[in-house]
């Protein structure tokens, strides 16, 4: 593919010399806020490969994607692409990203090989052979309780279903505090479509499914999406959520976050970073106290409990005149060594170094949510339906019952049919 596409029969060989050439200057585009920690990585990658500087360039992720495409498209960009998860097809078969099966091949990645990372299906093209990215860290989500809260109110275990959760949320409210706070709010960064997707994920249900054909299809009714939306809009409609909820779209607002902090608030649905954030406020503010919380997998219905795995990919630019020193950075930024010492606060997207990556006590949950409970996107990043397209729709649909303008019914069967009409 590589050899013979893009650099002609035995280019491959030619360019593998196997040193980097002399005084070669690469461009990484990185999109995250941990820049000192990823820059001291950089500065060591240097000083281990004489003659080789890396350039760090920032981005947003909301301008990324785009910028990308638009740069390749004129022969331009950075030559190491950071990115999410789900664009890497899009940006593949853009001709954005550098196919790789033929460099994988021969010089592998990671520390067992690329069938050892998570969420593999996401960084092929659309003739699912042709890989156009590499998985780079992962994350999460799972339940944070606070057990002050859990004491005062009675609840003596975490809710293990979501009809448990209702309860003890309502149990909650009876001590005059919050129950399970979540963001309701419908912007285009929602949370109701993280909400809604780990609620029917965990009965079976799914906006998009393999039709075993080649294809795609529904994977839910709309009775079930109906009974979704019915289950998030009692804790609206019963106050057990936090106050201004419909107003709210982030998942970190501090309108969640506080009183979690505060000791006014059973429980919240966080990724691992977020979750590990507020812990971490939570230390600082109330030194050599006993930690009030404890971490959970999510709740389930008739299913298992379920969330997706999120995460970063990284690609090489299709117009990289520095092949051999780009994968000598993809090699490195995808080591032990560099998730160890440099970017410590994320978890790489390989399951050899998540089994050595260790979880502190208090996040026990998200250990298990990771081993036993977190799915790829999978159909919905494969299919033609844009994520983004249903995101958006789950949002105005979900947004569109809770305020009351439409039923839970017929919002739930204008969702089924959007997406119904998109594959």
Known sequence: MLATALLGAGALGALWTGAARADTE????????????????????????????????????????DQFI?????GAGPDLQHSAFVW???????????????????????????????????????????????????????????????????????????????????????IGKIG???????????????????????????????DGKGGYEVGITADQVAGVIDYYK???????????SLGISAWDDPAILEPMLSGEQLAALLPVTTARSMIAQWRERNPGEELPFTTAMTPHGS??????????????????????????????????EFFEKYNTGWYPAQKALLARKPFPAEMEGFQKQFTDGARSWGPYALGPAAIANMWNQTSRSFGAAFIGEKTSEEAAQELVDYVDNLL
């Open 70 to 74: 638009r740069e390749t498209a004129t």
């Open 303 to 336: 299913g298992k409990p379920t969330t997706h795995l999120g995460g970063q990919s990284m690609c090489i630019n299709a117009n990289t005149e520095h092949l051999e020193e780009t994968w000598k950075l993809m090699q490195w930024l995808n080591s032990w």
């Open 88 to 174: 890497i097809k899009d940006l593949g078969t853009a001709g954005a990203c550098l196919p790789l099966n033929d460099i994988i091949a021969a010089e592998g990645i990671g520390e067992v090989g690329f069938e050892d990372f998570v969420a593999t299906d996401l960084v092929y093209g659309d003739d699912r052979e042709t890989i156009y990215g590499v998985p780079y860290a992962t994350d999460t989500w799972a339940m944070v309780y606070n057990t002050d809260v859990m004491a005062e109110a009675g609840i003596e275990a975490v809710p293990e279903t979501w009809d448990d959760l209702l309860e003890a949320s309502r149990k909650v409210k009876e």
């Open 180 to 210: 399970f706070g979540f963001a309701a709010g419908t912007s285009a960064a929602n949370s109701i479509w993280f909400l809604a997707n780990f609620n029917w994920w965990s009965d079976g249900g799914s906006l998009v499914v393999d």
């Open 234 to 244: 009692t804790y609206l409609d019963e106050d057990l959520t936090i106050p201004g």
């Open 26 to 65: 690469l461009t990484f585009r990185y999109l995250l806020d941990n820049v000192d920690e990823i820059q001291a990585g950089l500065d060591q990658f240097e000083a281990d490969n004489p003659g080789i500087t890396v350039t760090m360039e920032r981005m947003s992720f909301k301008d990324a994607r």
